[in-house]
């Protein structure tokens, strides 16, 4: 099957391409990017493929079946759009679009085209995420009548002034860029309750003196001192659904030196602290004893499951837990957040 990779940064050389690389049902043969030189280094680096700089010259090959869009969030829903009318297979990175309605109009074209349009919420492929969904699943915790999810980091705004922390670009801070993940992976878990109230705030605090700013790190580049900063660098929420409630603490930076990226799972027979990325403790009772165990298994690439997933499905016909018609739920979640934080009031969505 032959693919192509539009957007050559981060994301797609250290998750989709290698991953591509691996799969023997596909070949790469455009890397697509609007820097020249992003896009002919990955053709020096994997040694294949073409560079290219316009999208709409991939989408003009009736050769190419699927593209990876891992583009800037301001690019996802028109470059999606175009693909899948073009009748291409998409897989989108996360977040779908910087807003909900975005989101919408990537569904719409998805159900009119007929092709895939997967959306980059890896950690549904992710082992430990895959084990707590079954845990659940089972009745092992009983009842799941809260989740928590804490996604704090000291003070590690990334790329200050870039396209991180623009508005337009990204469509916002910590929440759209972390809190992505978190709800996801408690939705997809807890069985993708019905979202009935929003309530939260965003803040953006600590990032808005920009030149004043002391941190300890700084991923997505160096300060731009003459860019922008006009998203959250910190949020919180209550959501309360069909299933559980969901609490969320999340900051790019706080000025508590604290770093957390976990999510508990409170259920009234047991319960599961998920850190991040990694694996699970359970905590129980058992014969009028407390009891806390650590599964112990070998984690897969969650990255390389959502590529082979990814190419599987459009041979198949199988519609992944990843499709937008899930994520648009997320999506919604984390546009009432932002709602209820403007407005400074609560958001009844169901």
Sequence with gaps: ???????????????????????????????????????????????????????????????????????????????????????????????????????LEMQKAQHESGKVLNIGVVNRFNDSVNKIKDYIDSGKLGEIYQVYASFRAHRSIPGLGGAFTTKAIAGGGALIDWGVHYLDIVMYCCGDPVV??????????????????????????????????DVDDSVTAMIRTSGPVITVNGAWAQNIGEEEQFIDFMGDKAGIRLQYGKQFTVYTTE????????????MTDMFQNEINSFIRCIQTGEKLPSHIDTVVITAEMMQAIYDSSEQQKEIALN
């Design 1 to 103: 099957m032959k693919v192509a990779v539009i957007g050559c940064g981060t994301i797609a050389n250290a998750a989709h391409i290698p991953s591509y690389m691996n799969n023997t049902e596909a070949e790469i043969k455009y890397f697509c990017d609007i820097l020249p030189e992003r896009a002919k280094a990955a053709v020096e680096k994997y040694g294949c493929g073409t560079a290219v700089t316009d999208y709409h010259e991939v989408l003009n090959d009736p050769e190419i079946e699927a593209v990876s869009v891992c583009t800037p969030n301001n690019m996802h829903a028109t470059i999606a759009i175009d693909a899948l009318k073009a009748g291409k297979n998409v897989l989108c990175e996360k977040p779908a679009a910087r807003t909900f309605a975005e989101a």
């Design 196 to 229: 009935k109230t929003v309530t939260g705030q965003a803040f953006s605090k600590l990032g808005k003196a920009m030149e004043g700013y002391t941190y300890k790190n700084m991923w997505a580049g160096p300060p731009d001192y003459s860019g922008t900063y």
């Design 287 to 298: 014969e009028g004893s407390l009891v806390s165990y650590t599964p112990d298994f070998n």
